[in-house]
């Protein structure tokens, strides 16, 4: 019996050990290669620093202890932090090319993986070959109206808190702006979230962005058993929400011949209807994917073979478009009001150039 005992005690320890190596092997990687950074704990790297700081204060800190360039661990994942702006700019830009695949949040479900966000390689390329030409200027021109309208009725909720002499909520106020500038935009789907808060479609889409910190702390160490057990990141009750919202308008779309429409689902489903006629391919849009080193996509834009659309890419994007532009451009808007806010000089400034640039016709 003491035997057994025994063994089973050295096989738990050994276990452990085990899973100890294997769980902290990646922690020497940048201390091997000279590069300052804070020191990980197992299962969560870095990451824990943010259960009790802001994200701002976490990097504020970090960068005035180990510099513009450091290298920190999501879970057991080596990262590079650059925070040098002339490096940050060739990244974005000059050298955009050479860093194509992002930190994969897909390979659990099947939209995701056909997203830009998820898509590496090849794929990546592909897709972004796909989608590159929906955002030509003349394109994006023609979403004017839609913008527009959406902008009076942030116009409407400021002349009425100013006629009553209220506060305002600005990162409020620019977050429904940004959610009715996205829906008419990406899904030509008219909101009012300004005074119809409980449209599903708001209801949902504020859904995407309350992360179950579970889900969230799951995804950062233990995404081998959320693919295993295909445990989404993201509500699976919105997801199908947008899923079905989507499909059902892009069904519609493809049975209506006219194709008025001139939002980004709408350019998808051009696209895919339009594998074999490229004439209306930006050649500014060819010329600037081969400036900016995507020589390979520049031709991808002519290769009829490669630019091939399926529903899958359409659902997938359409969905991204809202995910990645929503709470960022939103956060913009609501810095770039306070900003304005305390620098009048600016705001005169910037009021100026508006009015200099916009024609008889409010254009």
């Known amino acids: 019996m003491f035997s057994l005992s025994f063994t089973s005690f050295g096989v738990i320890i050994s276990a452990l050990i085990g899973l100890y190596l294997y769980l902290s092997r990646n922690f020497n990687y940048w201390s091997s290669r000279g590069i300052k950074g804070p020191k990980p704990i197992i299962l969560l ?14 990097e504020d800190n970090r960068l005035e202890k180990y510099g513009k360039i450091y290298g920190a661990y999501m879970g057991s994942k080596p990262q590079l932090v650059v925070a040098e702006p002339e490096l940050v700019k060739n990244i974005m830009i000059k ?20 997203s830009l966000l998820s898509a590496e390689d090849e794929e990546w390329k ?9 955002f030509s200027t003349g394109k994006i021109r023609k979403m004017h109206a839609m913008v527009e309208h959406c902008v009076k009725g942030v116009d409407k909720m400021l002349e009425k808190a100013a006629n009553g002499e209220q506060e305002v909520d600005v990162r409020s106020l620019m977050g429904n702006y940004t959610m009715d500038g996205i829906a008419s935009c ?19 889409a504020r859904k995407l962005f309350s992360q179950n910190m579970w889900r969230s702390f799951g995804y ?3 995404k081998p058993v959320m693919k295993f057990f295909n445990i989404s990141i993201l509500e699976p009750t919105t997801t199908d929400f947008f899923k079905k919202a989507i499909t059902e308008i892009v069904s519609q779309r ?9 939002d980004f689902l709408q350019l998808m489903i051009n696209a895919q209807k339009n594998v074999d006629n490229l004439d209306d391919i930006d050649d500014k849009l060819m010329a600037a994917e081969a400036h900016h080193g995507m020589d390979d996509n520049s031709k991808l834009l002519t290769n009829k073979s490669k630019l091939e659309v399926s529903d899958l890419d359409i659902l997938a994007n359409s969905l991204l478009f809202f995910l990645a532009g929503f709470e960022t451009t939103g956060h913009l808007l609501s ?12 705001q005169k400034k910037l009021m100026e150039e508006v009015v200099a640039n916009t024609d008889a016709n409010g254009n």
Not at 95 to 114: C, P, T
Not at 255 to 262: E, N, P, Q, R, V
Not at 335 to 346: G, K, Q
């Open 95 to 114: 050298d955009f090319h050479l860093f194509v695949n992002h930190n994969n949040l897909g390979s659990i479900d099947e939209i995701a993986d056909h």
């Open 335 to 346: 810095h770039m009001s306070y900003l304005l806010a305390i620098n009048p000089e600016c």
């Open 186 to 204: 990406a899904f030509a789907t008219k909101t009012d979230t300004h005074n119809d808060p409980n449209n599903p479609f708001i209801i949902n």
């Open 254 to 262: 493809k049975k209506d011949k006219s194709g008025g429409h001139h």
């Open 126 to 134: 592909r897709l972004r070959s796909i989608v590159s030409p929906t």
């Open 45 to 58: 790297g870095n990451v824990w620093e943010l259960f009790f700081r802001t994200f701002q204060e976490v």
């Open 220 to 222: 950062l160490t233990m």
